[in-house]
């Protein structure tokens, strides 16, 4: 079982910036297919950022340039900086883990840009 939890969500104003966390557990961490998806209101979920276990990242293309995804195989930890925000980036920021075949999901976090 791979638990995941998120934090750093929050309220931004556009132009903002901000960095969400995913803490996850299991010792074979480095072999985790790490994602960040988000679920826009009342809009279906989609993928924001991915990276391998080797570093490789993919991005998708409203995020690109603006959005950085990283991991810290050491800490269990797999990151999202978000530059540049726009009111469209408001979402339920999810994290998900694939490993052996299986998906793995943290609760969220919600981030908003308002001004």
């Known amino acids: 079982q791979v638990q995941l939890v998120e934090s750093g969500g929050g309220l931004v104003q556009p132009g903002g910036s901000l960095r969400l966390s995913c803490a996850a557990s299991?010792?074979?961490?480095?072999?985790?297919?790490m994602v960040w998806y988000r679920q826009p209101p009342g809009k279906q979920r989609e993928l924001v950022a991915a990276?391998?276990?080797?570093?490789?990242?993919d991005y998708a293309d409203s995020v690109k340039g603006r959005f950085t995804i990283s991991r810290d195989n050491a800490k269990n930890m797999v990151y999202l900086q978000m530059n540049s925000l726009k009111p469209d980036d408001t979402a339920v920021y999810y994290c998900?883990?694939?490993?052996?075949?299986?998906?793995?999901w943290g609760q969220g976090t919600q981030v908003t840009v308002s001004s």
């Open positions: 299991g010792s074979r961490f480095g072999t985790y297919f």
């Open positions: 998900n883990g694939q490993f052996g075949g299986l998906g793995y």
């Open positions: 990276i391998t276990s080797g570093g490789s990242t």
